[in-house]
């Protein structure tokens, strides 16, 4: 399944003139976005399970045109990410299947937590579910320290 988003992504990536490239990267950055160069860097270490939302996620970044790294830009781009691997039957089903808990569905959808919780995000401000949940503040916490969080803008401009 993983092979097919990949693979998906990489010609939506190609279509756009948006090239990829696997580089070294610190253990703890899964993926950048180069706007300059219209160059996502994905790390070389990662299994397929985490490429595919790390380069959803990057290419959510070309796609809003992000310069910079903010909370907002970030959640946005998880939210997008997330839209864009997981289909509402998707989750249904899979939460149908495993019940209601991040790391199950994840494991379900052969995906990370980080893109269902931001999925659970997105589809709560759609209007389907109120209120915050306790994932928002774990998914802004993980941001802020910077683990877990596939990416870092390189090019704004020291
Ligand atoms: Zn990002």
């Known amino acids: 399944m993983n092979e097919e988003r990949f693979a998906r992504l990489a010609d939506l990536c190609a279509a ?3 090239r990829i490239a696997w580089v070294d990267l610190s253990p703890q950055r899964h993926g950048q976005y180069k706007r300059r160069d219209r160059l996502i860097e994905l790390n070389r270490t990662l299994v397929l399970r985490q490429l595919v939302p790390v380069l ?3 290419y959510a970044h070309f796609v809003h045109d992000d310069a910079c790294s903010t909370i907002a830009a970030e959640r946005r781009a998880w ?3 997330a839209r864009m691997l997981i289909t509402p039957a998707d989750y249904a089903r899979a939460e149908r299947v495993v019940g209601p808990h991040p790391n199950a569905i994840a494991a379900e959808l052969d995906l990370t937590a980080v893109i269902v919780r931001a ?3 997105q589809h709560r401000a759609a209007g389907h579910e109120k209120g915050p949940g306790l994932d928002d503040l774990a998914l802004l ?3 802020a320290r ?3 969080n596939p990416h870092a803008l390189s090019d704004t401009g020291t």
């Open 141 to 143: 916490l993980t941001c």
């Open 146 to 148: 910077g683990d877990l």
């Open 79 to 81: 939210e997008y990410a």
């Open 16 to 18: 756009q003139g948006v």
């Open 119 to 121: 999925w659970r995000r």
């Open 56 to 58: 959803a996620h990057e």
